[in-house]
């Protein structure tokens, strides 16, 4: 550390844990440094974000917890007003959302009352209320538990049409509330959730004007917020609809087509009165401009397609996206943007494609990753949903893979012939897969899979690298230069260029054969860090949450058993022996998978997901 | 005659190799009384053990990281105090655990996740964070000392890179001299504009040496209030103090600040009293463009730490 008062003092500081002395130290570094000065001013605006367990007030519930009849799963959002967990109704055995609310936030009796009149409102597109009140000094609010994802994580990968309508679903539940008289207050993307199959539903009605009430809380989320709520005035339903608009047009970035902007502006109107009278008529204007502008893009596709696959970048803003966010990787992803540009070209169609451009300033990262100016890399290496999405059409011939721009690209790499077992070609095609927590992407023979981090386990026995060093993968992710990424090649660290894969090193070692598991409706996948239950455990080692016979490791029958509480979703699981870790219930009382819960079941076919 | 129901054990026994592993880690801080020692690893144990029963950490592991991060003169009673569950899982994510990775992953970034979900690139902190707390030879999360919560440690490394990437930490820059520019005071009152053209100097150099008179404190609950705008219960938090407290202790700043200018004011400008009032009347009334300024201008002096 420089000079810099240590972080452990500051968050000291606000823990209420730190000592006079270090107060006073800390108090003379502030008055020099205003850049501590601001991280802690700045940290100060977002306290009531902070749990701190040790804090005024009840200790908020771990899992395992009881609070009433409802028994907390895991924590699943913190916010403003509290926190967010997944829980279990004993009475009604049922999974819920439990949203305790801060107490010292709420009017607990007028939060009830709020509580009652929305657990009267039914509608598909918003989260029904079950139930409010009050145990063990907290106040909850008991909701649908929708497992899914929120709206704003749900747009990353979308393009502006399905996004759309994603978000008219959500305005038929703003509307449906707006005709119970009742106003929504803090719309917002992160209040808006998708389940697996898409359905949109709008939550956390009415709260933020229950919370509104008391002169401590922040009402709303200024972001999102209307002119008029933020100085404080009286709101009506159009607060909502401009928050909606909001919310849309950040989800859109720059890609919203001109009719649909010029329909948001409106709604985004400073007075209200300027605005749409009620959500159902700016839903409708969307509509109408959406089945409108439909025919033309039909129209404008088969053009494209004629033209051999033209791709033209979206003008969506930078956004990188991750592919690996799980501790120890390191590695980043951006999609279909970069900070310079990049000219593409897709081996597959042998066509030229336009230069790709960042409409706004990429992250850091991506500026790491298209480091190089000018860089000609295959599209399929750096756009592979434009490419999916556009060039579908006539995969065309094929030939040399050159630019016809004059410009040169990379020779392909050398790979092993064949295809991957998903039908990619043997291309590291970009982007890596989503690999679940601890494991990271890696490449084996040419192909993307998901490898645990430290024993490289999908490569089977462990072997000797080159660089001598033994056995498995060392303990952490080297460092790479540059623009690229650690990947485990072959059973060594490697520093893989993202777009044409490591060079490969030499390696000596005696390959075996991938090992074969049980059960499942696919082969046992080691690496996938999912419990196979009776999965041999010395094929998978790192994969086993608990070996049978015995207690410890390394005795007893050398099978895995299930383990409870390790949170992943077995799917046919028996729901009764592990009743934490079953993402959802079928008819048989068996555990099925469910997508947007971030693990790749086995079999599974989810898109989100594997 | 004590009975064996009456005696207080701690029922996860912390090893024997446990307590030496802290003792030799604090090093020559050795606590005298190694009784109380080992009561008080056995409870840290069984708390950090309680709390987070899946880490494959053992205690000696445990134990050896708490040891290095209290060499203090009463590392039993820092024992005590500090956030042992939290050290655990610090010293699992430190050590490659996968449950603690797991705990973090689940627990602990989400809440750290909303805390900077206002800077630009909330993803983005939230990886850097990961990638500076958990790769490396050192991995960030060992400087982690228990003092406070991890979420909280964690959202001050993560507001850090979050100021960092909007590229506003320049570590110890100069006190907020851009603010300078942008706060020149656009004055249409003429009697204000002619009290500020002949006493405005004098004003200002008053008050500046008034500012530097108030305690570090003083000045930065000031600051916090004027230049960061932040609220009583923002201020509040942060101190970990009543709101009334808050606002007591802001208004004596301001009230220590105005009668020091005064008093300074007065000794350089030989006025008499009623004259005073009334060029000070109007020249505090723009105080707080003048405590804008002077504020974000001024190198407070006490330049030692």
Redesign the interface.
Same mark, same amino acid.
């Given at each position: 550390?420089?000079?810099?008062a240590?972080?452990?003092?500051?968050?000291?500081?606000?823990?209420?844990?730190?000592d006079a002395d270090a107060a006073?130290?800390l108090?003379?570094?502030?008055?020099?440094?205003?850049?501590c000065?601001?991280?802690?001013?700045?940290?100060?605006?977002?306290?009531?974000?902070?749990?701190?367990?040790?804090g005024t007030g009840p200790a908020l519930p771990?899992p395992g917890d009881t609070l009433g009849r409802y028994e907390i799963r895991?924590?699943?959002?913190?916010?403003g007003m509290g926190v967010v967990y997944e829980a279990h109704d004993t009475t009604l055995d049922r999974r819920v959302a439990l949203k305790l609310v801060r107490p010292e936030l709420v009017d607990s009796a007028h939060l009830l009352a709020e509580a009652r009149a929305m657990a009267r409102l039914q509608h598909p597109n918003i989260a029904t209320v079950h139930d409010a009140g009050t145990a063990d000094g907290h106040v909850y609010v008991c909701m649908e538990f929708v497992a899914g994802t929120t709206l704003s994580a749900c747009v990353a990968d979308r393009s502006w049409r399905e996004i759309v309508q994603l978000y008219l679903a959500a305005g038929e539940g703003l509307a449906y509330v707006h005709r119970a008289g009742l106003v929504h207050r803090d719309f917002k993307p992160d209040n808006v959730l998708v389940d697996r199959d898409g359905r949109v539903r709008v939550s956390d009605f009415g709260l933020a004007r229950i919370v509104g009430t008391s002169p401590?809380a922040i009402a709303g989320t200024p972001?999102y917020m209307a002119p008029e709520q933020r100085r404080g005035e009286h709101i009506d339903a159009r607060a909502d609809q401009y928050a909606f608009c909001v919310s849309l047009r950040e989800a859109l970035g720059g890609a919203a087509p001109h009719w649909l902007a010029r329909t948001l502006d409106r709604g985004l109107a400073p007075h209200p009165a300027d605005r749409y009278a009620t959500m159902e008529a700016l839903l409708a204007a969307i509509s109408r401009g959406l089945s409108r502008k439909r025919r033309g893009a039909a129209v404008l596709a088969v053009m494209v397609a004629g033209a051999a696959a033209l791709v033209a970048t979206t003008n969506r803003p930078a956004t990188?996206s991750?592919i690996i966010?799980?501790?120890?990787?390191?590695r980043?992803v951006t999609r279909d943007v970069a900070p310079t540009p990049v000219a593409a070209s897709t081996p597959g169609t042998g066509s030229i494609t336009s230069t790709m451009i960042a409409t706004t300033p990429a992250?850091?990262?991506a500026a790491r990753m298209f480091a190089a100016p000018q860089r000609v890399v295959r599209l399929a290496d750096v756009a592979p949903l434009v490419v999916r999405a556009i060039a579908k059409g006539p995969s065309a011939d094929s030939s040399n893979g050159l630019p016809s721009d004059g410009s040169t690209s990379l020779p392909p790499p050398a790979m092993p012939a064949g295809a991957c077992d998903d039908g990619a070609p043997r291309t590291c095609a970009w982007p890596p897969p989503y690999c679940p927590?601890?494991t990271i992407a890696a490449i084996v023979d040419g192909c993307w899979t998901c490898a645990d981090e430290?024993s490289c386990t999908p490569l089977g026995a462990p072997r000797t690298c080159n660089d001598g060093s033994k056995l498995r993968c060392s303990?952490?992710?080297p460092?790479c230069p540059g623009h690229t990424i650690p990947a485990i090649h072959d059973g060594c660290w490697a520093c893989a260029d993202p777009f044409t894969c490591p060079s490969r090193p030499t390696i000596t070692h005696t390959k075996q054969p991938p090992p074969t598991g049980s059960g499942g409706s696919g082969a046992a996948r080691c690496g996938n860090l999912m419990c196979e239950v009776g999965e041999d455990h010395a094929s998978c080692p790192s994969d086993c949450c608990q070996l049978g016979g015995g207690s410890g490791s390394g005795n007893g029958s050398g099978a895995c058993v299930a383990t409870c509480?390790?949170?992943m979703c077995e799917a046919g699981e028996d729901h009764a022996s592990c009743a934490n870790d079953c993402c959802e219930l079928s008819a048989n009382g068996t555990c099925v998978p469910v997508c947007g819960n971030g693990f790749c079941e086995q079999g599974e076919t989810c898109a989100a997901d594997c | 005659m004590p009975i064996a129901s009456e005696l207080r054990y701690p029922s996860v026994m912390a090893s024997r190799a446990a307590i030496d592993a802290f003792v030799a880690a604090l090093g020559a801080h050795r606590p005298a009384r190694l009784d109380e020692l080992a009561t008080a690893v056995g409870r840290a144990w069984e708390r950090a053990r309680a709390?987070h029963p899946?880490l494959a950490v053992g205690d000696v592991e445990l134990m050896t990281f708490a040891g290095e991060r209290m060499r203090t003169a009463d590392p039993v009673g820092e024992l005590e105090?500090r956030?042992i569950e939290d050290l655990y899982v610090a010293c699992g994510?430190a050590r490659?655990d996968?449950a603690a990775?797991?705990v973090?992953?689940?627990?602990t970034l989400?809440?750290v996740a909303?805390?900077v979900a206002?800077f630009a690139?909330p993803?983005?902190v939230?990886?850097m964070l990961?990638?500076q707390m958990?790769?490396?030879?050192e991995p960030g999360i060992t400087?982690?000392?228990g003092?406070?919560?991890l979420?909280?440690?964690l959202?001050?490394?993560a507001?850090?890179i979050g100021?960092r990437?909007a590229g506003?930490?320049?570590?110890?820059? $100069?006190?907020?001299d851009e603010q300078l520019d942008q706060l020149a005071p656009g004055v249409p009152d003429p009697e204000l504009a002619y009290l500020q053209q002949h006493y405005g100097a004098q004003f200002r150099a008053a008050f500046g040496a008034a500012l530097a008179s108030l305690? $570090?404190?003083e000045?930065?609950l000031l600051?916090?209030s004027v230049l960061?705008a932040?609220g009583i219960?923002?201020?509040a938090?942060?101190?970990?103090v009543h709101r009334a407290t808050a606002a007591r202790q802001l208004k004596q700043a301001r009230s220590t600040l105005v009668e020091a200018t005064r008093e300074r004011m007065r000794v350089a400008l030989g006025v008499g009293e009623s004259e005073l009032d009334s060029i000070f009347r109007v020249l505090v009334s723009m105080a707080d463009v003048t405590l804008r300024e002077i504020l974000g201008s001024r190198?407070?002096p006490? $330049?030692?730490?």
């Amino acid at each position: 550390m420089t000079a810099c008062a240590g972080e452990n003092t500051i968050a000291a500081l606000l823990a209420g844990a730190v000592d006079a002395d270090a107060a006073a130290r800390l108090e003379i570094h502030l008055d020099r440094c205003a850049v501590c000065r601001r991280l802690v001013a700045d940290l100060g605006r977002g306290l009531s974000a902070i749990d701190d367990r040790r804090g005024t007030g009840p200790a908020l519930p771990r899992p395992g917890d009881t609070l009433g009849r409802y028994e907390i799963r895991r924590a699943v959002g913190v916010g403003g007003m509290g926190v967010v967990y997944e829980a279990h109704d004993t009475t009604l055995d049922r999974r819920v959302a439990l949203k305790l609310v801060r107490p010292e936030l709420v009017d607990s009796a007028h939060l009830l009352a709020e509580a009652r009149a929305m657990a009267r409102l039914q509608h598909p597109n918003i989260a029904t209320v079950h139930d409010a009140g009050t145990a063990d000094g907290h106040v909850y609010v008991c909701m649908e538990f929708v497992a899914g994802t929120t709206l704003s994580a749900c747009v990353a990968d979308r393009s502006w049409r399905e996004i759309v309508q994603l978000y008219l679903a959500a305005g038929e539940g703003l509307a449906y509330v707006h005709r119970a008289g009742l106003v929504h207050r803090d719309f917002k993307p992160d209040n808006v959730l998708v389940d697996r199959d898409g359905r949109v539903r709008v939550s956390d009605f009415g709260l933020a004007r229950i919370v509104g009430t008391s002169p401590r809380a922040i009402a709303g989320t200024p972001a999102y917020m209307a002119p008029e709520q933020r100085r404080g005035e009286h709101i009506d339903a159009r607060a909502d609809q401009y928050a909606f608009c909001v919310s849309l047009r950040e989800a859109l970035g720059g890609a919203a087509p001109h009719w649909l902007a010029r329909t948001l502006d409106r709604g985004l109107a400073p007075h209200p009165a300027d605005r749409y009278a009620t959500m159902e008529a700016l839903l409708a204007a969307i509509s109408r401009g959406l089945s409108r502008k439909r025919r033309g893009a039909a129209v404008l596709a088969v053009m494209v397609a004629g033209a051999a696959a033209l791709v033209a970048t979206t003008n969506r803003p930078a956004t990188a996206s991750r592919i690996i966010e799980r501790p120890g990787a390191t590695r980043f992803v951006t999609r279909d943007v970069a900070p310079t540009p990049v000219a593409a070209s897709t081996p597959g169609t042998g066509s030229i494609t336009s230069t790709m451009i960042a409409t706004t300033p990429a992250s850091t990262f991506a500026a790491r990753m298209f480091a190089a100016p000018q860089r000609v890399v295959r599209l399929a290496d750096v756009a592979p949903l434009v490419v999916r999405a556009i060039a579908k059409g006539p995969s065309a011939d094929s030939s040399n893979g050159l630019p016809s721009d004059g410009s040169t690209s990379l020779p392909p790499p050398a790979m092993p012939a064949g295809a991957c077992d998903d039908g990619a070609p043997r291309t590291c095609a970009w982007p890596p897969p989503y690999c679940p927590a601890t494991t990271i992407a890696a490449i084996v023979d040419g192909c993307w899979t998901c490898a645990d981090e430290q024993s490289c386990t999908p490569l089977g026995a462990p072997r000797t690298c080159n660089d001598g060093s033994k056995l498995r993968c060392s303990q952490r992710a080297p460092t790479c230069p540059g623009h690229t990424i650690p990947a485990i090649h072959d059973g060594c660290w490697a520093c893989a260029d993202p777009f044409t894969c490591p060079s490969r090193p030499t390696i000596t070692h005696t390959k075996q054969p991938p090992p074969t598991g049980s059960g499942g409706s696919g082969a046992a996948r080691c690496g996938n860090l999912m419990c196979e239950v009776g999965e041999d455990h010395a094929s998978c080692p790192s994969d086993c949450c608990q070996l049978g016979g015995g207690s410890g490791s390394g005795n007893g029958s050398g099978a895995c058993v299930a383990t409870c509480g390790n949170g992943m979703c077995e799917a046919g699981e028996d729901h009764a022996s592990c009743a934490n870790d079953c993402c959802e219930l079928s008819a048989n009382g068996t555990c099925v998978p469910v997508c947007g819960n971030g693990f790749c079941e086995q079999g599974e076919t989810c898109a989100a997901d594997c | 005659m004590p009975i064996a129901s009456e005696l207080r054990y701690p029922s996860v026994m912390a090893s024997r190799a446990a307590i030496d592993a802290f003792v030799a880690a604090l090093g020559a801080h050795r606590p005298a009384r190694l009784d109380e020692l080992a009561t008080a690893v056995g409870r840290a144990w069984e708390r950090a053990r309680a709390a987070h029963p899946a880490l494959a950490v053992g205690d000696v592991e445990l134990m050896t990281f708490a040891g290095e991060r209290m060499r203090t003169a009463d590392p039993v009673g820092e024992l005590e105090r500090r956030h042992i569950e939290d050290l655990y899982v610090a010293c699992g994510c430190a050590r490659g655990d996968r449950a603690a990775l797991a705990v973090l992953e689940t627990d602990t970034l989400p809440i750290v996740a909303r805390g900077v979900a206002r800077f630009a690139s909330p993803d983005d902190v939230v990886q850097m964070l990961r990638e500076q707390m958990l790769v490396g030879d050192e991995p960030g999360i060992t400087a982690y000392d228990g003092r406070a919560p991890l979420a909280i440690w964690l959202r001050v490394c993560a507001a850090r890179i979050g100021m960092r990437l909007a590229g506003r930490d320049q570590r110890n820059q $100069p006190i907020e001299d851009e603010q300078l520019d942008q706060l020149a005071p656009g004055v249409p009152d003429p009697e204000l504009a002619y009290l500020q053209q002949h006493y405005g100097a004098q004003f200002r150099a008053a008050f500046g040496a008034a500012l530097a008179s108030l305690s $570090p404190r003083e000045r930065n609950l000031l600051r916090h209030s004027v230049l960061d705008a932040l609220g009583i219960d923002q201020i509040a938090a942060i101190y970990h103090v009543h709101r009334a407290t808050a606002a007591r202790q802001l208004k004596q700043a301001r009230s220590t600040l105005v009668e020091a200018t005064r008093e300074r004011m007065r000794v350089a400008l030989g006025v008499g009293e009623s004259e005073l009032d009334s060029i000070f009347r109007v020249l505090v009334s723009m105080a707080d463009v003048t405590l804008r300024e002077i504020l974000g201008s001024r190198r407070p002096p006490d $330049p030692k730490i």
